[in-house]
């Protein structure tokens, strides 16, 4: 089963950046409002992910790093609805076959914390307030191949800080620290999508913003576009949801440099934070949740939608 594991392991935890926004999204599951990153080494040597959230009872706590554990798939049709953002228990598993993994945790209504290693499954009393910390150390050391496919630990850290940002947009309303290497990152404080945006776009866009929220034939965008810009460290700051959900989608990044195509003289970048929220039924559900592309119903609409949304919020901007 631990071969199993780590074949499944591949998929779900390329580089330690997978790890992170695993464990991230377990923790919003969880419904918590702050959640704190820690990493060292680039995630390699240990991760550490803590929640305010509901936390594990301690009896379903030797069950959680376990395949196909789930606590949150009750039907078949559920699992076909794929509700939360996790999927059907196979983090945790994958994550225990290349790592050695302990799982914090405290209900609401327990006296005490309990901490589980998932190496030998033994459970012991702990310390800690409600909620859950994942511990994950020394990644991949059993399984050299892929250790050696990873990059230096100052772009692993950095994959995994760009995970961070990546959930962190799509979830304003909940707080988010981060210590790389015992340095602590611009922390992420509870608030609204458009400051969320902007943290997350980083300083320089503070005053050189506009803002775009657009509604037309059932599809609403929302978000913020940077001015353009000749930092180039900005040209990847771009950041595109659909439904709450990351994506990645080469049309419509097509269609919102288009919009912006005036005022791109020079080598000029521009960084945006996007979200588009329309009717689920008009986006098919069969991509995988781990990936980040998605599929419109019509897509043509789609794109004409933003274009016409994001040049518009642009153009404003000039009179
Ligand atoms: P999934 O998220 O698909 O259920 P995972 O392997 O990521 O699968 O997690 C397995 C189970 O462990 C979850 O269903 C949940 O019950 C529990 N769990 C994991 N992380 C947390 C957390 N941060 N807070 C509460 N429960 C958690
Ligand atoms: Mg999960």
């Not at 695993?22 to 923790?27: D, G, I, K, Q, Y």
């Not at 059907?88 to 290693?117: M, P, Q």
């Amino acid at each position: 089963d631990r071969l199993i594991s780590q074949i499944a392991a591949g998929e779900v935890v390329e580089r330690p950046a997978s790890v992170v926004k695993e464990l991230l999204e377990n923790a919003i599951d969880a419904g918590a409002s702050r959640i704190s990153l820690r990493i060292e080494e680039g995630g390699v040597r240990r991760i550490v992910v803590a929640d305010d959230g509901v936390g594990i009872p301690a009896a379903e706590l030797p069950l959680a790093p376990l395949r196909h554990a789930t606590s949150k798939i009750a039907t078949l049709d559920e699992l076909e609805r794929v509700a939360t953002l996790g999927f059907r228990g196979e983090a945790l598993a994958s994550i225990a076959s290349v790592a050695r993994l302990s799982v914090t945790s405290r209900t609401a209504d327990a006296g005490h914390a309990w901490k589980l290693d998932a190496e030998t499954g033994e459970i012991q009393p702990a310390a800690g307030a409600r909620g859950t910390t994942i511990e994950v150390l020394d990644l991949y050391a059993a399984t050299p191949a892929r250790r050696k496919f990873l990059k230096a630990p100052a772009t692993e850290a950095a994959h995994c800080l760009e995970a961070l940002r990546r959930v962190a947009l799509a979830h304003p309303d909940i707080g988010f620290e981060a210590v790389n290497d015992g340095r602590a990152v611009e922390p992420l404080p509870a608030g609204g999508w458009r400051e969320r945006a902007l943290a997350g776009l980083g300083d320089d866009y503070k005053s050189a913003h506009r803002l775009v929220d657009a509604e037309a034939g059932g599809l609403r965008l929302q978000g913020v576009l940077g001015a353009p810009t000749l930092n180039r460290a900005r040209a990847d700051r771009q950041f595109l949801y659909v439904n709450g959900r990351f994506v990645r989608d080469r049309l419509l990044g097509y269609a919102v440099r288009q919009a912006y195509s005036d005022m791109m003289h020079g080598d000029r970048h521009a960084a945006w934070v996007l979200h588009l929220w329309l009717d689920p039924s008009l986006v098919d559900a069969n991509v995988h949740p781990a990936k980040t592309e998605v599929r419109f119903r019509d897509a043509s609409a789609v794109r004409s939608f933003v274009f016409h949304a994001v040049q518009d919020a642009l153009r404003e901007a000039h009179r």
